[in-house]
């Protein structure tokens, strides 16, 4: 079976400009959410979404902004490109769509890293 | 508050067992797992426990849980050159979907 798989694997961008990342999840899991790791840090969340709906938000900008389609796919924008939101974004998949007393796990995908100059 | 620490660098002989310590600050947390980062590469995921067990034992790899202490450690047996890499704590509290991440320890496995 396929993981968790991203693209594009790398992106360069500038300052200023728009980038849309994708993810798709593991088949069978409907809850996707994104992480963006900053080098030498832990990853950090900002968003999850679970059947199309957005369920969760970290603190990050309203520049940042997802979405989830019908196949369960999910698309990550983020506009006016800092220098600082050069990271590697994650995508993860989840199992389960409830919380309280169901085994769940998360799997994550490879990344795309993105370099803002 | 919302935190979870970890030392930055472990550094073993091969063949040597590793532990690789976490302390979280949230005492509803309910899942708490370890994942291993190589270099390059997205997040692996090597184990996890429920809070309401004390250890769990994974072939090479042993997790304990100190609930009262907020503490959690990761044991690997027989440390192998290829265990070296990045070994990120993370704790999921019931009521939020989300994972809390440590800073990761980058473990070096010497030969």
């Known amino acids: 079976d396929a993981g968790v798989t991203q693209s594009p694997t790398h992106l360069i961008k500038t300052r200023g400009q728009h980038v849309t990342l994708r993810c798709s999840p593991i088949?069978?899991?409907?809850?996707v959410s994104w992480y963006q790791q900053v080098l030498g840090q832990g990853p950090q969340f900002i968003f999850q979404?679970?059947?199309?709906?957005?369920?969760g938000r970290g603190n990050f900008p309203d520049r940042f902004s997802a979405r989830q389609f019908p196949n369960y796919s999910s698309e990550l924008n983020v506009n006016a490109l800092l220098l600082g939101d050069s990271a590697l974004y994650l995508c993860?998949?989840?199992?389960?769509?409830?919380?309280?007393?169901?085994?769940?796990?998360?799997?994550f995908g490879p990344g795309t890293r993105l370099l803002v100059l | 508050g919302e935190d979870v620490e970890q030392s930055l660098f472990l550094s073993v002989r091969e063949g040597d067992s590793s532990v690789i310590n976490c302390t979280y600050t949230d005492s509803s947390s309910t899942y708490l797992y370890w994942y291993k980062q190589e270099p390059g590469a997205g997040l692996q995921l090597l184990t996890y426990?429920?809070?309401?067990?004390d250890m769990k034992q994974d072939q090479r790899l042993t997790v304990l849980l100190n609930k009262k202490d907020k503490h959690l450690s990761l044991r690997i047996a027989d440390t192998q050159t290829g265990d070296s890499a990045i070994y990120f704590c993370?704790?999921?509290?019931?009521?939020?979907?989300?994972?809390?991440f440590g800073s990761g320890t980058r473990l070096l496995v010497r030969p």
């Open positions: 088949s069978g899991h409907k809850s």
């Open positions: 426990i429920f809070s309401n067990m």
């Open positions: 993370a704790e999921r509290m019931d009521s939020s979907y989300k994972l809390i």
């Open positions: 993860a998949s989840r199992s389960r769509g409830r919380l309280a007393g169901v085994q769940e796990t998360q799997y």
């Open positions: 979404y679970y059947e199309k709906e957005e369920r």
